[in-house]
């Protein structure tokens, strides 16, 4: 397949205030797309400029939530040159999330390729500022015009770009995080290790009601039992207890994230010994009390490593680490945003340089 560009005449005017960039608002100049007709397979891909575009108001989307997204990031180093991270193993997510979904098979190394031409196409939009980033979206919905419980056989696949400020405008904070009793996010054999709107969308009240109580973020606990630790809200968890790594294990019902994977990697090169294991909530709790539980932190590309400072738990409050990052979490988040700004050496072969 082809890949059109179709150059933007008027470029948008860049925010000149990094330090206001926030997350998610602003987007770039140009947005690449493709679509899926059954018979004809993928077509009409392009890179063009951001915008709007037209789908019924049966698409299937809108009303199964046949869709699947991703987030990445790309990086401006010090030299100007630009580091992209992991692309390929976000592409390699979403046909396992899009094949959850009963949606077609794409080709990842010819999207993999229309991304790259996409951050060259808005280079100018990646910010300088240090902890700022342009951050990704692939995106791929259902949008036939039919009401019908099935498949869709139209689709669009499109990936949307914009920078975004410093996770961490004033410090890296530790974070609170209530462990969720009442609602639940994954069940074997569901959604889970998808990443699939309908997953957020069935979050978003236990996340409201966290915040209604002070707290950052849900920590979730499998369905079945309400006794093992899943994830945080948008990022996989880890504790280190007597000196051992702890996360939970890929186990279909949480996210295999990126980060989660890079962590795992970094500590085993540090010889740290590393468990996916199911971790329950009375170890969590005990662990931490006891003072076995050194440090806790989440994952994802947002924040990169976010150290949790207190674990809420009905009427239980528990402080881990005296409510500080602690000294793993902060080697993990230095040299994760080392690589990724070019400022420590890549060896794993994680990032993919745009001069
Ligand atoms: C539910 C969930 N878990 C975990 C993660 C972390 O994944 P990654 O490290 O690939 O960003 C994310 C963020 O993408 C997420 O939304």
Request: with cysteine; proline share 4%.
């Amino acid at each position: 397949m082809d890949l059109k560009l179709v150059q933007v005449e008027q470029l948008k005017a860049k925010p000149q205030d990094e330090t206001q960039l926030g997350f998610g608002q602003i987007f770039s100049d140009y947005m690449f797309q493709m679509q899926y007709t059954e018979g004809q397979g993928w077509h009409d891909a392009q890179i063009k400029g951001y915008g709007n575009f037209s789908i019924p108001p049966a698409a299937t989307v809108f009303h199964y939530a046949q869709e699947v997204f991703e987030g990445l990031k790309a990086y401006r180093t010090e030299g100007g040159d630009i580091n992209v991270f992991r692309a390929k193993d976000n592409f390699a997510r979403m046909r396992k999330s899009a094949e959850r979904l009963a949606m077609p098979d794409f080709d990842a190394e010819f999207v993999h390729k229309a991304l790259l031409e996409l951050i060259s196409a808005d280079r100018a939009w990646v910010p300088q500022s240090e902890g700022t980033s342009l951050y990704i979206r692939p995106t791929y919905i259902g949008v036939d015009p039919f009401i019908g419980v099935r498949a869709a056989r139209e689709y669009i696949f499109y990936i949307i770009c914009g920078p975004v400020g410093a996770y961490y405008a004033n410090g890296l904070a530790p974070t609170k995080i209530l462990i969720e009793k009442e609602y639940t996010r994954a069940t074997k054999g569901g959604t889970g290790f998808a990443k699939t709107g309908g997953n957020y969308a069935s979050s978003l009240i236990a996340g409201e009601e966290a915040h209604q109580k002070g707290c950052d973020q849900v920590l979730w606990l499998d369905a079945e039992d309400r006794k093992y630790v899943e994830e945080v809200g948008s990022m996989n968890i880890f504790f280190v207890i007597n000196d051992t790594l702890v996360t939970p294990p890929l186990d279909g019902t949480i996210l295999a994230g990126i980060t989660r994977d890079s962590v795992i990697t970094l500590a085993k090169d540090r010889g740290i010994p590393v468990e996916e294991r199911r971790i329950s909530v009375e170890e969590l709790m005990a662990t931490a009390k006891s003072g076995e539980m050194t440090e806790a932190f989440g994952t994802g590309t947002a924040a990169v490593v976010s150290p949790v400072g207190e674990f809420y738990y009905g009427d239980e409050v528990i402080t881990v680490a005296g409510g500080r990052m602690g000294e793993k979490s902060l080697d993990f988040y230095n040299t994760l945003t080392g690589i990724q700004y070019g400022k420590i050496e890549d060896k794993h072969g994680w990032i993919e340089k745009l001069k």
